[in-house]
């Protein structure tokens, strides 16, 4: 979900991002998304 990106709305193909995992209401989330490359 957006909301994970910190700020950023979206992605684009081929871009690096870092991430934590957490355990969500349906399975794993990512969350703190940070774009890297």
């Known amino acids: 979900h ?3 990106l ?3 709305r979206s ?3 081929g ?3 870092e991430y934590e995992v ?4 349906k ?4 969350e703190n998304v ?3 490359g």
């Open 15 to 17: 871009q690096v991002v």
């Open 22 to 25: 957490k355990e969500g209401k």
């Open 27 to 30: 399975g794993p989330e990512a």
């Open 6 to 8: 910190g700020g950023t």
């Open 34 to 36: 940070k774009v890297v």
């Open 2 to 4: 957006h909301s994970a």
């Open 11 to 13: 992605l684009q193909e």
